[in-house]
Each structure stands twice: as structure tokens, then as C-alpha cells.
């Protein structure tokens, strides 16, 4: 459908043909499985950046869920394969030679990411741990450094992939012409500012420039890459 500018007001519209785009994909159709088949996968699997996806089922039901956010239906494309209608996301299980899950593969933006399953001790200490950074509100170590080398590399368009894992990397280039120029012209920071951790264990600051400010959160693996990073205008900025 084309629309074409003409003086003066449009009275109405007609449109006389709708012509469908030819690169849509089609939805994955969703299977029923037998729901014992998915009991098989239940559990925790470890993503980078300390971050949990649980696994669960209520009823005919199958439920995943990362840290910090809300329960996401997921349905079969077969046995070991799942889709979610909320997002655009797949999920695939790998299992042993006794059909229990050994890791899951998150397929999403184009980009694969693998998680080993956990024990169940072990991702209640991760649990433990996360509820103790909320409750004290301490920034991680090198969150802050991580940050400020990440805005000077956005300012001076100096792209630092290298400072992220592959799939944080991945997701942040093709934004990446679009967010350094907008940094580009909001003069010298001026500050930054630790305010909180957030519920998944993102560390939130925020950055004053010269003619806007910003809120961030950024999360970073045990080694100090950074998995997580997502910014905001501050309100009346």
C-alpha cells in the first residue's frame, strides 16, 4: 500500500489492494507432546551474567523463566524443541542417552546462547546470592569502570566488543551507529551516579552530560564482561 502526499485535507481513504510482504516467516506450529516428556527438563539452566532460567509446568502448561522477570508460556515445535508467542524466542533442549536435559539453547536476535543445567543447591545459592546484592545495594566490582569505558568508546566511536560476551556483542552492533551518534553531541560527562541494584542484579546508574541525562543498567559475568547493558533518558532530560 503506497500513500501519496496531495494538498489540502484528506476526506477519506480507499485502499484498493493490499499486496503481502514476501519475506514474512510463518509462526513455528505449535505440537502437543506428552506433558511427562517436559517433566524430563524441569529444572534451572545457568546463563552468562548469573542469570537463572527455571523450567516448570503447571498442568498442560510449560512455563520459563529468567531471573528477575515474569513466567513466559512456551509450546512445542516437537519434543525437545519450544517457542514463545510473548517474544521472539526459541528454545532447544539437549538431552542424554536417558532423555534428561543436559543444557538448553536459547535461540533469539538471530543469536544462540548455551545453558547448563544446574542443581538444584546450586541455583538456590545463586538465588541467595542475587537477594543479598539486592538487599545490600553494593555495585558490582568493575561495573562502574566498565561503564564509563563504554560511553568514552560511544563518544569517540571506538566500538569495545572485546569488553562483552559474543552475544551481548552481537546484539549491540548493528545499534551501534545509531546510539554513538547520539552520543556524540551531548558534550562531557559530567558524572556518574551508583542509585541501585535492580531485581535481576543489574547495577543502575546514572550519567549526567552536558545537555541530557541518562539511566543505565549494565550486568557483567564473574570475569567482567558485559552481558547486560540497556540505557534510558533520564524523566525531564
Do not use: C
Not at 23 to 42: E, G, H, Q, S
Not at 145 to 163: F, G, K, V
Not at 224 to 229: A, P, Q
Amino acid at each position: 500500500m503506497e500513500l501519496l502526499p496531495q494538498d489540502g485535507d484528506v476526506k477519506r481513504m480507499a485502499i484498493d489492494r493490499v499486496v503481502q510482504p514476501s519475506d514474512l516467516v510463518a509462526p513455528p506450529k505449535a505440537v502437543t507432546i506428552d506433558p511427562n516428556v517436559f517433566d524430563r527438563y524441569v529444572g534451572h539452566y545457568s546463563f552468562p551474567g548469573n542469570m537463572i532460567m527455571t523450567l516448570s509446568r503447571d498442568g498442560d502448561r510449560f512455563l520459563t523463566q529468567l531471573t528477575g522477570q515474569p513466567q513466559v508460556p512456551v509450546f512445542a515445535k516437537s519434543e525437545r524443541e519450544f517457542f514463545a508467542k510473548a517474544v521472539d524466542a526459541q528454545i532447544t533442549l539437549v538431552t542424554n542417552a536417558q532423555g534428561e536435559a543436559t543444557q538448553l539453547v536459547l535461540h533469539q536476535n538471530g543469536h544462540d546462547v548455551t545453558a547448563p543445567r544446574m542443581s538444584e543447591a546450586a541455583a538456590q545459592a545463586q538465588a541467595d546470592a542475587l537477594a543479598t546484592r539486592v538487599r545490600e545495594q553494593k555495585a558490582a566490582p568493575g561495573s562502574e569502570a566498565a561503564l564509563r569505558r563504554h560511553i568514552e568508546a560511544l563518544q569517540h566511536d571506538r566500538p569495545n566488543y572485546d569488553d562483552m560476551v559474543p552475544a551481548t556483542a552481537a546484539a549491540i552492533r548493528p545499534q551501534w551507529p545509531t546510539v554513538k551518534e547520539k552520543f556524540a553531541h551531548l558534550g562531557q560527562l559530567q558524572s556518574i551516579t551508583f542509585k541501585g541494584v535492580g531485581p535481576a542484579g543489574a547495577d543502575i546508574y546514572e550519567t549526567r552530560f552536558e545537555k541530557r541525562a541518562f539511566e543505565w543498567r549494565i550486568r557483567l559475568t564473574s570475569e567482567g564482561k558485559i552481558v547486560g547493558l540497556y540505557f534510558q533518558p533520564m524523566p525531564g532530560s
